[in-house]
């Protein structure tokens, strides 16, 4: 569960981007957050994952859950090969309990596996894109926030994304919250779909 308690968002506290949102995130569900660019869709993301605090409030995650947050500048690590973009996952978290194979299947799942040798350099956009997607799928989170995840994909590409996700999600049953500008990304993938005006009014 993910409860924000009237917290205000942004940079500054003279000029906050959004006030007094107030929501409360099940587990095991998939969110999807729409709203006009700019209007401060990343900015709650990372308020959510705790890369920015909120200018007023309180989000409370139960259980010291820790959100993974897969960016919107999607982060590859250019100095490592693709499987190794993979692996470096485990060599930060260290959980003992994720090895290569996992990461070849992970590569596999999203149409890189003929590519583990290869250095982001040598990807195109959407293939990053897939990269991070897998470096993300692959750490099996409890929270994923992902923020405009399929953005860089090609049509047929994305529904397989799409399906991915949805399949891991079934598999691990994780929470998801994606922002995404697209509402029929939304319609299919969402449980719950909320406009980022909307958290002002509900009072969950
Ligand atoms: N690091 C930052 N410092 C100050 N202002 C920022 C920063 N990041 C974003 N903003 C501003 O905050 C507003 C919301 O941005 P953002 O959350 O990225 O919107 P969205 O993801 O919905 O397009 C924008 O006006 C943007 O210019
Ligand atoms: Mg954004």
């Not at 596999?108 to 956009?125: D, I, N």
């Not at 959407?126 to 799928?137: D, E, F, S, V, Y």
Request: aromatic share 6%; glycine share 6%; proline share 3%.
């Amino acid at each position: 569960m993910i409860k924000l308690s009237n917290i205000s968002i942004g940079y500054k506290k003279e000029s906050p981007i959004s006030t007094g949102m107030n929501y409360t995130f099940e587990d095991n569900k998939i969110y999807g957050i729409l709203g006009a660019s700019g209007c401060g869709k990343t900015t709650l993301l990372r308020t959510i994952a705790g890369l920015t605090q909120p200018l007023e409030g309180v989000v409370t995650i139960a259980d010291d859950k820790k959100p993974y947050m897969m960016h919107q500048k999607y982060t590859c690590f250019d100095w490592l090969n693709c499987l190794n973009n993979i692996m470096i996952a485990e060599k930060v978290l260290k959980t003992g309990k994720l090895n290569v194979e996992d990461a070849r299947n992970i590569l596999a799942r999203v149409g890189l596996e003929e590519h583990e040798k290869k250095y982001p350099h040598q990807l195109s956009g959407g293939q990053k894109q897939r990269l991070a997607l897998a470096r993300t799928l692959f750490v099996k989170p409890s929270i994923i926030l992902m923020d405009e995840p399929l953005s860089a994909l090609d049509e047929l590409t994305r529904i397989q994304m799409q399906d991915l996700i949805l399949k891991t999600h079934r598999e691990t049953k994780n929470t998801i919250i994606m922002v995404t500008h697209s509402r029929e990304e939304a319609d299919k993938m969402c449980d719950v779909i909320i406009e980022l005006e909307q958290f002002k009014r509900e009072d969950k």
